[in-house]
Structures are given as structure tokens and as C-alpha cells.
């Protein structure tokens, strides 16, 4: 027996007889909207919305013994007449699970950083942390070989119920989806309608399959939402369409990681295996007779975190047979380093931990299409407008800053034999909007590369570090060479102070890594002047007072900051208004149930650290986008992997003089986003308890919800506004009351329906600063 949907974009008659006991799908959840009609009857659905620009789309959807089949998707421009750009597609969807471990071996990764606080390593603590996984690679066999890192990865015996290494085959399983669909479910949710078709496998996961069309976008969104009941699941998933026809103007286009078009006209034999492809912004298109399917990922939650942006291939074909091929989006099973960059290809091996997925959660693994009449430029323009094209949109009044890169720049300069050598790190940059480079190594402190000058000491590879900035600097494109605490000659102060340490600098300031016991804070040397001797956390808060620096910790509770910053937060190093607060990094456990980056780790410490320090002096801790890369190149994907931060500021400083961006950071005048939500005005306004939180907006994908998020020195709580009725590509004022009895902070945060989102920083809301209006 064949069931039939029929999905379409643009405008149709809507009938009675879609709430008949006859309709196939359940309709009881949608609602009649102009531009947004749904339709159901014993043979099937057709939902009809408004597309992009005067297009109308229309997608046709079967079920033939069970499988969902896309007997049709059609486009036409304005009142002409419809095209039919495809027939008979089916959904693909191929997933790859392994186990997640918890990394850390004797004094290394989380178990380390848990073992130096005397934290007891049971089955509920590895329960805990292991989700949180960054020096895990599931699906390295057998994860024992040689290679850097060895005290991160995870350990070699079992440990309080995890198994221990050599990883063996039988942990992987492959599979690709099964369908047996029970039932068809419409709802409207604000300006889209999902159609949920439940009774679907994938490996490990039972769920269902769902689509889901958005009113003002030609954007299709097909993903698997599904759960496991099995523990200690890390996967990867690979999505597309299969069926597509090979005609006389059938192929397959994209962009290589050089930005040249590429096509393949589907004229050499079938394949044996889907062909990865290099693609430049994710992207892949398939050109058909009457139009063009474009396919790609979400930008940024479809990625754990790495140490390199290297392209692995993020899209595929395959020619299936001569009168059909399939494409989609695709993730690699392991890293690749070619280039070397910087450090051992093993060691990024090391560090490849997939997606988690916690038993019972709902994981989505969506893959986007966007269809057009007409035809592949089209269908690539109207994807690429979600990312802007991967480039931050400049936006006046602030500078786009991008943080905590492993750069090496002066170790690597010196290797060319030439200071004033471009590095190509600093080229992507500038592609990708950035105007703010700040690395966190000087090459001689935290062990990362080595000495850029072995045996010089720390205070000459800073000079030599502050020189480079200096040199590569410009009106457009600033170097702020900060630096990171973490290893090497810092590994006693490390210790000390608890998990990573980044320093921001407001200009050169030398220190050394150690104070001997009667040795001065301060010393004057011949060459460089004044150079601090930090032995501890209280020295290093009198130097950052003295000379108006900033601590953030980059990669709160995982890693060697495992525990933190919860283990330092009666600490008066902590407390004081130098210690700024953490950074923001979605991946480092990446949970595929989460609507918000870096939801399970980076966001409920944030909310945690203001609960903390709620009734005391100290001023709110802050959140900052940071990066983890290290050496990058040409094709580099910077823009899926990199976070940024918008610095108030309507000028760059010059080179050794960083206060501006310090002063702003330190009053919270930034906002950090994934690149597609921007907050271009921010004010909590009014007098008394009740005030009006006001922001400004601007986006891409359709919103999802804003969030207005306080706390009351106890526990956290949120009102969350749905935005699903604005329509794509969007602008608005959002005007939110909001009464402080209560509450002690206050923060906003905007979200897309692809988990791409922005957030300001939290505002105290008792005390002297909160009597006027606060304005960001």
C-alpha cells in the first residue's frame, strides 16, 4: 500500500478534509497561516509555504512499504509554472557509534586534574566528566600507538567501570538507517511546520525521521531525532538524499578549499563507495533539469572540538547506478594532518572525540537543503547567505576579536627565517572577518611547541613574542600576544592557581614563572626594565592589578580544568575582579540533545560563577569566545570552528598599547557569537525593580527563542520567548519587562533554530551600578 505526503512551498487551497478521520497525518497540532497551508487526506499530506525572494517550492512525499519517499520536489518563480527539479528521492542517513571514555593518564586530563583535588575516581565521577571528553578519539584502533599527549588520552587500565585501552573492533558499529514508520504528525511552530514521522533505527538509535519547512526560505530541514538507552556513546552520522537522476544536465558542483568551482558531470562509472569531497563551506550542490538541490550541514554544532581546522571532507557523492546518484554532508572517522602543522599528525589523532549522546536524550542529526528553480548558483547563493559566506559581518561601533589560538608565531617565523614573513594564520583571519588575533603562547612558557629560543628564558621569547605582534600589526589587523598558564615552565604555577590560565595583556608586560623564596615581585633588568617573578596566585593578582591585565579560563571543568573553576571559587584570586571569568567552546563535549552551544558545560558554569559570587563585592564573571587551533592554513574551515568575540570598539588600537580591548572586556562591553546572531545594541533600561530589557537583533537562519537568564545567589532560572514566528534573515527590537525582585544577576541570549546563537554578559542587578541604566 503507498501512503502520500505532498510538501510544497508557496500558496494552496486549504480544505476541510484535513482534520477528516480519513487524513493520514495527524493535523492536530498545526494551524492555517497564509503562505504556511498544510493538507491531509487517506492518500497523504501536502503542506505549501512561501519561499525566498517570488519562489514557491513544492515537496511530495510517499511512503511505500514503510520508507519515506520524495516522490517530487517542484519550484516556480512568481505565478509561472512549476518546474519539477526532482522525483523519487529517499532519505539517507549512515551513522558510526563507539565508546566514550574519559581522558587522563597519571597526572594528565580530567582524571589528573580530579586526582590533584583529591576527588575520589568512582563510576559516578567518570558518569559526570566523561561526556565533557577532549583527548578521546572512539574510533582509534587501537588508541595505544605512539605519539604526544600520552598523560591526556585516556588511561591504559580500566578505571571505576570504564574499560581501559586497547580500543577493539567489536566497540564501532556502523549502520545505516531502517525504516518502519508508524504514523505521520503535523504541528505549526510559529512561522514552520514539522511533520514527524516516528518508527525509525539507526544503529543504536530509535527515533523518528522529520522534516521541517520555514515560511520565507527556500531551506528544507531533514534530520534523524533519536535516543539510546546504551551508555558511554560517542557517534558520528552522515545525512543526504538518494535517488537523484542522472540526466544530460545532471552533475554534481562545489568549491575546492581554493574557492574554484568544481563539477562533476556523473558521466564515469558507478561507485563503489560515496566520494568524499573537500568542499569549500561545507557546501555541495546537486544541478538537475529543473533546478538544483543544495546540502549542508548546521555551521557550527555538527563539529566537535579539534586542534586543527584542517578540511576533511564535509560533503558526498556517490553515482549509485547509471540513471541515478546520491550527496549530502559527511564527517571523517579520524583527523588528518598533512601539512603536519605544528606538532605530530598523531597527536591530533589523539583528539578526535565525536558527538556524545547521554542515555535518553533526544540526539537531532539534521542536514539542511536548499532547493531553487533556478538552478546551482542560485541554490549556492541562498545557502552560503546563512554564514554570510563564513565571514563575521563587520558591524559598527566593534571589532571582531577571535581568541586562545595554539599559534607558535614565533617559533614558526624563525623557522622561515624571516620576522616579517605573513603566517597564513593570520590570512584566514582576515578572510574570515577577524580583526583581533590574540594566540596565548610565547613560545617559551607553556610547553606547547618548545622555546622559540631553547634555553633564552622566559622574558627573552616574550620580548621576541611582543616583537612579532608588533611587525604584523596594522590600522586593519592587530596581533594581542597573550598567553596561556597551563604547562612547561608554568606547570608549578599551574598547579597552583587551578586548571588553564589565560593572560590578556593591555601592553608587553615581562614576568618569569617562578619567585624564589626572599626574591622580590619586582626586579629592574638592564634590557627589559621592570620584570615581575610570579610564584603564586596572590603574585599574580598583584601584577594584573598593577599593570591592568585580565585571567580567563579557557575550557572550564574538562581538560586539565576539569574541576574548575569550581575547585578556586572561595579563592581570593577568584574573586577578584581581574580573574574575569571562562571561555566559551562548544565540542569539548558536544551533546547531539543540545538547542544551545555549548549548553551541558560552558553555559551552566557561567550562570553558576554569578550564583557564587552574588552577594559579594565582586563584579559578575564574564564569558568569552575562544578558538583551540593551532597552526591554520589556506582552505582551513576557521569559520565552523572558531567562536568570536565583538569588542565595543569604533577603532583598532595601535601595536603595545591593548588597554582599549582590556577596558572593554573588563566592563563586559562585548557580546560573543557563532557568527550568525548578532546583538548590535544591548541596555537594561528603567529605574526601581522594574525595568525593561532591551536588545537589538539581527540574524540568518529562522530564530528559534531569546532568553532572558538570572539567578538569585542560588539556583538559575530562565524566560524563554519563542521567536519562531519572525521570518528568516531578520531584524528586530526586542523589549522585555523584566522585574529584579529577587535576583541578583541578569543576562540575554539569542538562539537559532540551526543551535547558532549570541549572548552579552551578566549585569548585576542590586547595588550601586544597577541604580541607572545599563547600556552595552
Known sequence: MKHLLLIGIGLSAFTSSIASAASFCNLDGYQRADGLIAESDNEGLTVTWDGAKDETLRLRLSLKNGVPTLEEIGARAGEGPWAVVARNLVPSFRVVSGYRRMEGRNAGGQFGALRRLGVPIMPETVKQYKWDAFWDAPLMIPGTEDGGHADARPPLEP???????????DEIKRADI???????????????????????????FEGRLQYTVYK???????EVVAKTDEDSVAYKYEAGLKGLPIEDRSRVTW???????????????PNTAPVTLQAANRLVVADLEGGAIAAFPPPHNFFWAREISYNLGYAWYSKDSASSFSFGVRQADTEVDPANAGRGPMDYRENFAL?????????????YFYVSGKGASDASEGALAFTRGDRFKALDGYKVMATHFHAAITTRLLQTGNLNNILPDFEVAKDAGINIFAPIDDDGQNGSHGAALPGAGHVKNQALYYEVARRHSSKDFLIMPNEEIMMGEDLDLAKAIGGHTDLFMSHPVYWNPTRKSGQSLVETDATY????????????TEMMKRENLLIYMPHPRTKGSTGFPDAIKDRAYFLDETFRGIGFRWGMGIDGSETRLCELRCLPTLDDMNNWIADTPTPPKFIQAISELYAQGPGDDVYANNPVNYVKLDTLPGPDNWKPIV???????????SGEVLVPHYAVEGTGRRRTIVADLEWTFPLDFVEVVWGDGRKTNRQIISTRDLPPFGVHRFEIPFDTTGKKWVRFAAWDTAGNGAMVQPIKVTGKAFGRTVRR
Open 529 to 540: 626594565g621592570k620584570v615581575y617573578n610570579i610564584g603564586s596566585p596572590d603574585d599574580l
Open 355 to 367: 558527538r556524545s549522546a547521554r542515555p535518553g536524550t533526544w540526539q537531532r542529526m539534521p542536514v
Open 663 to 673: 577596558d572593554a572586556l573588563r566592563s563586559g562591553d562585548y557580546f560573543v557569537t
Open 255 to 269: 568549491r575546492s578549499t581554493a574557492n574554484t568551482p568544481q563539477a562533476y558531470a556523473l558521466d564515469g562509472l
Open 178 to 204: 531502517a525504516f518502519g514508520m508508524t504514523g505521520c504528525e503535523v504541528n505549526t511552530n510559529g512561522g514552520s511546520i514539522e511533520i514527524s514521522l516516528p518508527g525509525i533505527t539507526l544503529g543504536v
Open 216 to 222: 520565507g526560505t527556500n531551506l528544507i530541514r531533514q
Open 159 to 169: 578505571m571505576a567501570g570504564q574499560r581501559g585501552l586497547p580500543r577493539t573492533a
